[in-house]
């Protein structure tokens, strides 16, 4: 069988061209000649995906009944508490994570 | 005002430089993060989390003002200009964004070096929290590359009225 090879005309047109192809590596050409002022597709979808996100975390923040800052990774907001135990061995202090009161969620 | 080609070159690698840094010293206090979360050794959780507290002040947040400064510069020294493009205003958006989160983010790391360094319960270091923001960050600044290098078409109302400004000049 004889493959035929497709040629770059205007009928076929290339793939992956790109999408500014006046302005490839930003050599200072005026870009996005001819663009119309209408919002693409793109900007829509990534605008509200990024509004869901920002209203999750906030919705989080604020009925997630946890703290958000550096207060809750202290006792009662400060840094005392137990004394340093670098000589513990490994996995004394560290097994089974048990919150303290007033420690982070 | 648009810079001379080898100045544009000098100020396009400064941006790629710092952002690309970013991107990697992101990805580095993504896996102290882990290795804080889930290592079983109290000196590797502690070191963790004190090289995390350096990480973010000391690279993470110049990189990211570096990135910012940088990209302002490309943006209003070229044609591209800093509103004119729904890509370049994105970008911008995710690099204000990140870099306030971090910024607001070093007190928390502060916090946890302060309870690593011995003065606290190593428990409460035990947080995800790291590790999120991390994952998130890293999100947010591959979203930042992908748009620069794909630039997807798309001018604002003001980038058009720009162009059409530009074109009644040059037909004059």
């Known amino acids: ?105 | 005002m648009t810079m001379a080609p080898r100045l544009r070159k000098f100020a396009l690698t400064a941006h790629v430089i710092s952002s690309v840094g970013w991107l990697g010293a992101v990805v580095v206090f993504l896996g102290l993060s882990v290795a804080g979360l889930t290592s079983q050794d109290a000196q590797t959780v502690r070191a963790a989390y004190l090289a995390m507290e350096s990480i973010g002040l000391f690279v993470l947040v110049p990189f990211s003002l570096a990135s910012l400064l940088t990209g302002l510069v490309q943006s209003l020294g070229t044609k591209w200009g800093l509103f004119r493009h729904y890509w370049v205003l994105a970008k911008l958006l995710i690099n204000v964004v990140a870099s306030i989160i971090l910024l607001m983010y070093t007190q928390t790391l502060s916090s946890l070096a302060g309870v690593a360094s011995g003065s606290g319960e190593l428990d409460v270091l035990r947080s995800p929290s790291p590790a999120l923001h991390a994952v998130a960050g890293l999100l947010l600044l591959l979203m930042a590359a992908t748009l620069s290098v794909y630039k997807p078409r798309g001018v604002t109302r003001y980038g058009w009225r720009k162009q059409q400004e530009l074109r009644t000049v040059s037909q004059l």
């Open chain 1, 1 to 105: 069988m004889k493959l035929r090879t497709p040629r770059a005309t205007e009928e076929t047109p290339i793939a992956d061209s790109p999408p500014y192809p006046d302005s490839v590596g930003d050599i200072g050409v005026e870009p996005g000649r001819g663009s119309t002022p209408g919002t693409p597709r793109w900007v829509k979808v990534l605008g509200i995906v990024g509004l869901v996100l920002v209203l999750l975390i906030a919705g989080l923040m604020l009925f997630g009944g946890g703290q958000h800052g550096p207060g809750r990774h202290t006792q009662s907001g400060d840094t005392g508490g137990q004394a340093p135990s670098r000589q513990a061995p490994s996995g004394a202090a560290l097994d089974g994570h048990t919150p303290s009161p007033g420690g982070h969620r």
